[in-house]
């Protein structure tokens, strides 16, 4: 217990120190954190702390304080300073920690489902929705959701869930996304068909039946998606 307990503060300082570095080139080294190794706790520590402003001296704490994660994290005002952020940063910085993000996510099992989707949907705001960090990063984040996705299929209903709010806000780079996304992995649940479905009813040329039509050509119906009565009409 002490060598894990250890070993996810000497994590923490590393992040912190190669964080808070404004040289260029030296975020790449976040993504390189062996985060399987770091506990549940730790990691959502280090997750909050890459989202702080590293020029602000008041977040000498670090998260020490912080019970509530989801929460936090949640918290308008850290989404716009993390927001500010990334667009302040070059291109290659918010790749490496978008990539840090990435590989979090991916570091984790099944139980840490919640983590793993935040870290996803930030991925998702950063290079989709934020209209400021879209236009330059919609193609690395894409890549990475992808990489994500394909480990935790889980996140697709994720990712479908906030674009249907959302379609308008991202307008054609949806099909820049759905296109590359591993549907064939997915195992929707009936609330996705529902929004599928709903889609679908909406004009040919709209966005929406386009990614519907998209979503579905590429499933894997082998898994028994649809009752027999509606896949046989």
């Not at 308008?76 to 990334?86: I, M, N, V």
């Not at 929705?129 to 990063?137: D, I, K, Y």
């Not at 889609?199 to 039509?213: E, F, K, N, Y």
Request: hydrophobic share 45%; glycine share 4%; aromatic share 12%.
């Amino acid at each position: 217990f002490r060598r894990v307990l250890f070993r996810s503060h000497f994590f923490l300082r590393a992040a912190r120190c190669i964080f808070s570095s404004q040289k260029l080139g030296t975020w790449q080294y976040l993504a390189d954190i062996p985060f399987a190794t770091i506990s549940g706790r730790m990691l959502w520590r280090i997750f909050y702390v890459l989202h702080l402003d590293y020029r602000e001296e008041h977040h000498s704490s670090f998260g020490s304080e912080v019970t509530d994660w989801e929460a936090a994290l949640a918290c308008p005002d850290l989404a716009l300073q993390f927001e500010e952020k990334c667009t302040e940063a070059a291109e290659t910085e918010v790749y490496f920690l978008l990539s840090a993000f990435a590989n979090m996510a991916i570091s984790r099992g099944e139980e840490d489902f919640v983590f793993i989707e935040r870290a996803a949907l930030d991925i998702f705001s950063v290079g989709f929705l934020c209209p400021a960090t879209r236009e330059a990063n919609s193609k690395n984040c894409r890549d990475l959701l992808v990489a994500v996705c394909s480990r935790h299929p889980g996140v697709l209903s994720s990712l479908l869930k906030v674009l249907a709010d959302r379609v308008g806000q991202v307008g054609k780079l949806c099909g820049f996304l759905f296109q590359e996304l591993p549907w064939s992995l997915w195992r929707p649940q009936p609330a996705d068909m529902a929004t599928l479905y709903s889609w679908l009813a909406l004009p040919a040329h709209s966005v929406t039946s386009h990614l519907a039509r998209a979503v579905i050509s590429a499933m894997d119906w082998g898994h028994g998606v649809l009752d027999t009565v509606i896949h046989m009409a």
